[in-house]
């Protein structure tokens, strides 16, 4: 992986040290550090200026497909293709809790308050999980194919998951309940993120389209054309 100036574009560190591919690298809440999740099934945490390596994060079966910091940076949580996820402290590399599918976990992010963690699996779910103590909160079942991606509002009350079925959802948290369905895309929805105000939502899809939609009513606003193969994210 490798950390870059915003304005400049210039090099500032490489971060060498996985044996294969690097699926995803985020920053840490106060950006003095990174985490880099690697299909040679460890995750690495390094500080952002240096490119020095802090820890490595050992005991996934697979693949690791992403990693994400809590929003005090104190945890991380990883997402692999063995079919979990896991938390971990930062500091110590400590491994505090497994939280279990029946498939590729392919996503795994915390809540704003850090209080609860979401997952996303090809087993056709999102869970819902308490972060202290790795109890299931909720399931969120109604995708009829791979749950590609799963992202918390702002304030954390509701959850928006995208599919290969070629739609999104949007949950409440705390219930698993169903609110909407967005419905338009003709392909695999690889991606949904709510906006900073929570009131509108964006998805990424094969179908070379981006889409917006209202949160609350799940009516599509617009569609972002131009793009001329998949659209990863948005």
Sequence with gaps: AKVWETTTGKLVSTLTGHTSAVNNANFSPDGKTIVTASGDKTVKVWETKTGKLVSILTGHKSTVNNANFSSDGKMIVTASGDKTAKVWETTTGKLL?????????NNANFSPDG??????SNDKTAKVWETTTGKLVSTLIGHTSYVNNANFSPDGKTIVTASDDKTAKVWETTTGKLVSTLIGHTSYVNNANFSPDGKTIVTASDDKTVKVWETKTGKLVSTLTGHISTVNNA
């Design 115 to 120: 209080k609860t963690i979401v997952t996303a």
């Design 97 to 105: 809790f497994t939280l279990e599918h029946t498939d590729i976990v």
